[in-house]
């Protein structure tokens, strides 16, 4: 059974950064894209950013020059760094990994941030 494990959520003053780490286990297949989503409650979740194999990356609008994802191939582990974060970035975020044969998607079982003074 494929793992996805993230770690790095908690409390936040805002304008105050944080690292979310999203570590694969029992992975058998090549992982194609990695990324992270949000959802705060009430709402839909949705993109934050994604990153391509070859690091290809693409962001939602309301992070892009705050937010920067990366990732390590070799440990199939993927990143977000977040800065200057705002009460509205408050979610819980998911990391995703995709099959890059099938496109299967595999989810987190996501971690709580939570932008407050």
């Known amino acids: 059974q494929v793992q996805l494990v993230e770690s790095g959520g908690g409390l936040v003053l805002p304008g105050g950064p944080l690292r979310l780490s999203c570590a694969s286990s029992r992975i058998t297949f090549s992982i194609g894209t990695m990324g992270w989503y949000r959802q705060a409650p009430g709402k839909q979740r949705e993109l934050v950013a994604t990153?391509?194999?070859?690091?290809?990356?693409n962001y939602a609008d309301s992070v892009k020059g705050r937010f920067t994802i990366s990732r390590d191939n070799a440990k199939n582990t993927v990143y977000v760094q977040m800065n200057s974060l705002k009460p509205e970035d408050t979610a819980v975020y998911y990391c995703?990994?995709?099959?890059?044969?099938?496109?299967?998607?595999?989810w987190g079982q996501g971690t709580q941030v939570t932008v407050s003074s």
């Open positions: 995703n990994a995709v099959n890059s044969l099938t496109f299967r998607n595999y």
């Open positions: 990153i391509t194999r070859r690091e290809s990356t």
